[in-house]
């Protein structure tokens, strides 16, 4: 009898709280509002936006990315350079009839190589320009041979040795940098090389990196004429001469002369364009 009154009792103290709860809660109001389902959204402070500025808006404009740079020309184009014959490449660069080993006396002396300079001769290939260089640059010069090719690159040094010259450095590059040093040369060449060029505007930047205040950059490349270069060189070399002094130029040098002094190839000397505020 005592445990049912009990009972009894413990259910009227639940009812008499319930009675209550449902009294505070506001008449049409769901008695389960508040409650987190946790599939509602999250809401957040306004945060008040700022005024626009006065006058017109600046767009920013994105500094170049050189890794975004495409490909102007196939990867295979040189892929063939790599793990080459040397000797088999020494016959076909170092041939008599190939116009810029025939000339390279004239060439050499055209575009004035002196005691003391820092030349860089990127596209060094089997070296035959760089042994001149490094004779007309004398013991106080510095001369270096920049190559995709490492066996070019190696065989450069050896040559080097075998012709008793100690102011050469090689150097194995990629298709975007020259890897040479900034500020360090006088004059960059480079004979039937621009057209190998995979990314040209990045190459040329590195170019421009290297060069000192007053550095040149002489481009040797082939006449690509429609109707009169031979096939070979239409459908090898992307870019005629004009289209070529563009990027050059586009890349922050100027023209400074035009050689006359080949058939088959132009000879064009660039310098490195001053700095914007170079006259403030």
């Known amino acids: 009898m005592f445990q049912r009154c009990s009972l009894l009792s413990s259910l009227g103290v639940l009812f008499a709280l319930s009675v209550v709860a449902c009294a505070d809660t506001p008449e049409n109001e769901d008695p389960s509002a508040g409650v987190s389902t946790g599939d ?3 809401s957040e402070a306004r945060v008040p936006e700022p005024p626009l500025p006065e006058g017109p808006i600046p767009i920013p404009i994105p500094k170049p990315r050189p890794e975004l740079e495409p ?3 196939s990867p295979g184009i040189n892929v063939y350079y790599q793990g080459a014959d040397i000797e088999e490449w020494q016959e076909i660069f170092e041939r008599p009839g190939r116009e810029v080993f025939d ?3 004239e060439i050499l002396k055209a575009i004035g190589v002196y005691p003391g300079m820092a030349v860089a001769d990127v596209g060094a290939g089997t070296g035959y320009y760089t042994m001149l260089f ?4 004398g013991r106080h010069g510095q001369v270096y041979a920049v190559d995709v090719a490492e066996g070019f690159v190696e065989d450069v040094a050896r040559r080097a040795a075998e012709y008793h010259v100690d102011n050469v450095e090689a150097i194995v590059n990629d298709q ?11 004059l960059v060449f480079m004979c039937d090389t621009y057209h190998h060029f995979e990314y040209p505007r990045s190459m040329l930047a590195s170019i421009a990196r ?15 004429l429609q109707g009169v270069s031979s096939p070979w060189v239409m459908s090898h ?42 006259g403030e």
């Open 40 to 42: 509602e959204p999250v």
């Open 71 to 73: 490909a102007v020309v």
């Open 103 to 105: 000339r390279r006396f």
């Open 134 to 137: 490094a004779r007309a640059v």
């Open 176 to 186: 975007k940098d020259t890897r040479l040093p900034e500020d360090s040369v006088d």
């Open 210 to 224: 290297a060069l000192k205040e007053d550095g040149e950059l002489v481009l040797i490349d082939f006449r690509r």
């Open 237 to 278: 070399v992307r870019a005629n001469q004009e289209e070529v002094t563009k990027e050059v130029e586009d890349a922050g040098f100027e023209l400074a002369e035009e050689l006359d002094l080949l058939r088959e190839n132009y000879v064009l000397r660039f310098r490195k364009a001053p700095p914007a505020n170079a």
